[in-house]
Antibody, heavy 118, light 109 residues
Framework: EVQLVESGGGLVQPGRSLRLSCAAS????????MHWVRQVPGKGLEWVSG????????AYADSVKGRFTISRDNAMNSLYLQMNSLRVEDTALYYC???????????WGQGSLVTVSS | EIVLTQSPGTLSLSPGERATLSCRAS???????LAWYQHKPGQAPRLLIY???SRATGIPDRFSGSGSGTDFTLTISRLEPEDFAVYYC??????????FGQGTKLEIK
């Protein structure tokens, strides 16, 4: 069974940093590209960042470019999102997502809540 | 960046009725790389349809997708109580960003 479990969320002050982790199991992690998608409370889904199989290619939404860094450790079956210079508008539920062989997002974690507030 | 516009914003229907949800793209979505997701409160989003018309594993056949280019439709033929949720379309063609529509809330009438 495919499982994606996020951790690392919490309450943080504006300007500070936070690192999200996603533990993957139930599939060959290094065979899949992985992404982060977020949902601001009461709003829709927003793609945040993605990384390919071997960490050779990464991409970011304009809203987080230069502040967030995605990475993966295939030996640990883990995905990460380092979030620096956090803003109030980064407050959201962050989902770890697997990109399927058909390129859509086929499995999602339950999410990790990040709250940026003073 | 491709902008996806979903309509209606809210759809009020009764169980047993047919639901038709629309997703319009600001430019052609190449390769019909268009997906639909169902999202219920407190749960992870669930993939329903990919490639505009292919049902994901385990999705009941009352869910169907159609369309190409800039106009796409999700149809639920006979609503079940568990189908009331928010539905999002997403384009995942080529390079990021892989944008989502703003969502359609399907509520019980």
């Amino acid at each position: 069974e495919v499982q994606l479990v996020e951790s690392g969320g919490g309450l943080v002050q504006p300007g500070r940093s936070l690192r999200l982790s996603c533990a993957a199991s139930g599939f060959p992690f290094d065979d899949y590209a992985m992404h982060w998608v977020r949902q601001v409370p009461g709003k829709g889904l927003e793609w945040v960042s993605g990384i390919n199989l071997k960490s050779g290619a990464v991409a970011y939404a304009d809203s987080v470019k230069g502040r967030f860094t995605i990475s993966r450790d295939n030996a640990m079956n883990s995905l990460y999102l380092q979030m620096n210079s956090l803003r109030v508008e980064d407050t959201a539920l962050y989902y770890c997502v697997r990109r399927s062989g058909s390129f859509c997002f086929d499995y999602w974690g339950q999410g990790s809540l990040v709250t940026v507030s003073s | 960046e491709i902008v996806l516009t979903q309509s209606p914003g809210t759809l009020s229907l009764s169980p047993g009725e047919r639901a038709t949800l629309s997703c319009r793209a600001s430019q052609s979505v190449s390769g019909t790389y268009l997906a639909w997701y169902q999202h219920k409160p407190g749960q992870a989003p669930r993939l329903l349809i990919y490639g505009a018309s292919s049902r994901a594993t385990g999705i009941p056949d009352r869910f169907s997708g159609s369309g190409s280019g800039t106009d796409f439709t999700l149809t639920i033929s006979r609503l079940e109580p568990e189908d009331f949720a928010v539905y999002y379309c997403q384009q995942y063609a080529g390079s990021p960003p892989y944008t989502f529509g703003q969502g359609t809330k399907l509520e019980i009438k």
